[in-house]
């Protein structure tokens, strides 16, 4: 859906975000922040309301989730 619906801002903030948690692959708190800054730029670009809560449980469960698979 954000393909489908992204603008071209959406777009080179999704790049940039991108970019930030392939820059930070050896940085397990920066790699966090970074793939969090990724979805969200991500489920904002779909432009569906639905996605808007869902995003904002993800941003409290991914960080967890992001921690316990980055120790192996």
Do not use: W
């Amino acid at each position: 859906m954000a393909a489908r619906h992204a603008l071209p801002e959406d777009r080179e903030q999704i790049a940039r975000d991108f970019q930030a948690v392939v820059d930070a692959c050896s940085d397990d708190e920066a790699r966090i922040k970074a793939n969090l800054a990724f979805n969200t730029s991500t489920y904002l670009a779909t432009r569906n309301e639905f996605f808007c809560p869902i995003g904002h449980m993800l941003l409290i469960s991914l960080p967890k989730m992001f921690r316990i698979a980055s120790r192996g």
